[in-house]
C-alpha cells in the first residue's frame, strides 16, 4: 500500500481555486486569480521541489491537468525537479469530459475514479500525489484515501472561490508533523491522518 498526498495552495478562508493566474479558473466569476504569486517565495520553492521528489505517480483532475498540459511540456527538465517528474512519471487523469490526452506518460482514469484510485494506492511504490485539483480532492476525501495533506496557507481572505473542503469531507483527525512560516506570511503545514475525531467537554478550569 503507498500513500496519497495532497499538495495544496489555500487562503485563510480555504479558498483554492486558481492560485497561480488571472486566467487560470474564472469560473464562477472568479477575479482573484494569481493570488499566490506575490507571496511566493524562495523557501517555498525549496520545499515544494522537495514535495515532488517522493513521487512516483500524479493524480489529477481535469482543471489542473490542463493547466499543467499547457506549461509544463515546454519547460526544460534540466535543473528543475518539478519538470523532471511531471514530464516523465505517470500521470493519471480524472474527468468526466476528456476524451483524449497526450501529454506523455498521462492516461485517462477509466470507470469509477474512486475504485481506481483504490486500485493505484493498493500497489507498492512512492507517494501518489495530487496537486491541485480541489474538486477531484474533495471527491479523494469524502472516500476517506486522502492519507497527508500538504497545505501552503497565504495570508489573503477571498470571501469567494471554490474551496478544498466540502460538506462531503470524511471526519479524521489529523496530527501536525511539519510547520514553518515563510518570510512573505505563508504557513507550510503538513498533517497525516490521526484516526477518528476525538471530541470532550472543555470545563472552566480548563479555560
Keep these: 500500500m503507498r500513500p496519497l498526498v495532497v499538495t495544496q495552495f489555500l487562503t485563510l478562508d480555504g479558498v483554492a481555486q486558481a492560485p ?6 474564472t469560473s464562477g466569476g472568479f477575479r482573484y486569480g494569481g493570488w499566490v504569486v506575490p507571496h511566493f517565495d524562495d523557501p517555498m520553492g525549496r520545499q515544494i521541489d522537495e514535495w515532488f521528489a517522493g513521487a512516483q505517480d500524479f493524480l489529477l483532475g481535469r482543471g489542473t491537468y490542463e493547466i499543467f498540459a499547457a ?3 515546454k519547460a526544460p527538465t534540466e535543473d528543475d525537479p518539478i519538470a523532471r517528474a511531471l514530464n516523465t512519471l505517470p500521470k493519471h487523469v480524472a474527468s468526466r469530459t476528456l476524451q483524449s490526452v497526450d501529454w506523455d506518460g498521462a492516461r485517462l482514469i477509466e470507470g469509477d475514479v474512486v475504485d481506481a484510485v483504490r486500485a493505484l494506492k493498493a500497489q507498492d511504490g512512492g507517494e501518489l500525489q495530487v496537486h491541485g485539483s480541489p474538486g477531484l480532492t474533495q471527491t479523494l476525501l469524502a472516500a476517506d484515501l486522502v492519507d497527508e495533506l500538504r497545505l501552503i496557507v497565504f495570508p489573503v481572505t477571498l470571501g469567494t472561490g471554490k474551496r478544498l473542503f466540502g460538506e462531503g469531507t470524511m471526519p479524521r483527525g489529523w496530527r501536525l508533523t511539519s510547520s514553518t512560516g515563510t518570510p512573505t506570511g505563508a504557513l507550510i503545514a503538513t498533517y497525516q491522518r490521526a484516526g477518528d475525531v476525538d471530541t470532550g467537554t472543555m470545563t472552566p478550569e480548563q479555560v
Excluded: A, C, K, L
Aim: proline share 22%.
Design 71 to 73: 506549461w509544463w511540456p
Design 20 to 25: 497561480g493566474g488571472p486566467e487560470e479558473d
